[in-house]
């Protein structure tokens, strides 16, 4: 996945994030589902920014980015802050 299309995932992930509130102001989606649902994209959002980050430092390393490969939600989770 190249950054174009990485950032695109983001931005298909923020848009469902978005749509989940909406049904659950709408009442067509328990509190339940959303925040179970939510919890999956907050995950998957985590492994594109951390995928994004790592392309762009390899790239400032003079390295090819395009070795850079997506980490488990695990590995990316496990993260110390």
């Known amino acids: 996945m ?3 299309e990485v950032l695109g995932r983001i931005h298909g992930l923020v ?3 978005h749509k989940l509130r ?3 102001s709408r009442g067509t989606l328990s ?3 959303e925040h179970a649902r939510l919890k ?3 995950e ?3 492994q594109c920014w951390d995928l994004l980050r790592r392309r762009r430092a390899a790239r400032a390393a003079g390295n090819n980015p ?3 490969q997506a980490h488990s939600v695990g590995e ?3 993260y110390i802050q």
């Open 15 to 17: 848009d469902e994030e």
């Open 31 to 33: 509190a339940a589902e």
């Open 40 to 42: 999956e994209l907050e």
């Open 2 to 4: 190249d950054d174009k």
């Open 76 to 78: 990316v989770e496990g």
């Open 66 to 68: 395009d070795t850079e």
């Open 44 to 46: 998957a959002l985590d």
């Open 22 to 24: 909406e049904q659950l």
